[in-house]
């Protein structure tokens, strides 16, 4: 007997999961390995040693807090999608194939801040998050369309359909910033970081403006009816 078309979908998630977690926890532990000791010769003062190495210490806080957020919004993901097949498991890859390129994008950060070639390490930097971005956006997009999230939630899954097509959109417009505006770019980023920190809040949030724009239109459409029972030739 063959294996009905059901039961080729798995209803866990728990090794997509757990080896996603490994992948974030590696890219995340490679993150410190561009930041050195130094060596203080003689009497050097060793506090403006490390000082002078501020270049290494923003590049490591910019890939930390975009690992731990695109960490946060993938648990986030995988509280709503109970279920996967080969083809999420392939969107997956492509988002952890651009978290463990963060690591380098961040070290050409450290590297090339505050130099002549600044403007393409944080372009390239900003390229790689909207690559991020992109791949979070396609793989909710692609589970919940296809029937991999879990049932009863339409609300919320209207609303986390918003807030990750946003994420594509917005981190888009961070790479296209990058090449006008460097501080704007990093501002930019500090807001998206503030907005997706927290996806169930901001789900939540979407969803109370759906309900209420819902409830005001509802609420026009039976104005308007009454309006016209009163005033039936009117129109």
């Keep these: 007997m063959q294996p009905q078309l059901s039961e080729t979908v798995s209803k866990k998630t728990s090794r997509i999961e757990s080896f996603s977690d490994g992948v974030f926890s590696i890219a995340i532990t490679l993150l410190v390995l561009d930041i050195h000791v130094p060596v203080a010769k003689g009497n050097e003062p060793l506090l403006s040693l490390l000082g002078a190495n501020w270049q290494a210490y923003l590049a490591f ?125 990093m501002v930019l980023f500090g807001l998206m970081f503030l907005i997706f920190v927290f996806p169930k809040n901001m789900v939540l949030l979407l969803m109370r403006r759906r309900v209420k724009v819902a409830k005001e239109e509802l609420i026009i459409s039976v104005s308007q009816v009454q309006k016209e029972y009163a005033n039936p030739g009117a129109s």
Excluded at 78 to 83: G, P
Excluded at 131 to 148: E, R, S, V
Excluded at 149 to 167: C, N, S, W
Excluded at 168 to 183: A, D, E, M, Q, W
């Design 61 to 185: 806080m910019i890939g930390f807090f975009t690992l731990l957020v695109c960490w946060i919004n993938h648990h986030y993901m995988f509280e709503l999608i109970c279920r996967t097949n080969g083809m999420l498991f392939l969107l997956n890859g492509f988002k952890l194939l651009v978290v463990s390129f963060t690591p380098f994008a961040t070290a050409l950060i450290s590297k090339y801040i505050d130099t002549a070639q600044q403007q393409t390490a944080v372009s390239i930097y900003a390229l790689n998050f909207f690559l991020m971005g992109t791949a979070m956006t396609c793989l909710w997009l692609y589970a919940n369309k296809h029937g991999l999230t879990k049932g009863g939630l339409e609300h919320v899954l209207k609303a986390a359909t918003q807030l990750y097509i946003f994420a594509s959109v917005f981190s888009g417009i961070i790479f296209i910033v990058s090449f006008l505006s460097i501080p704007v770019s």
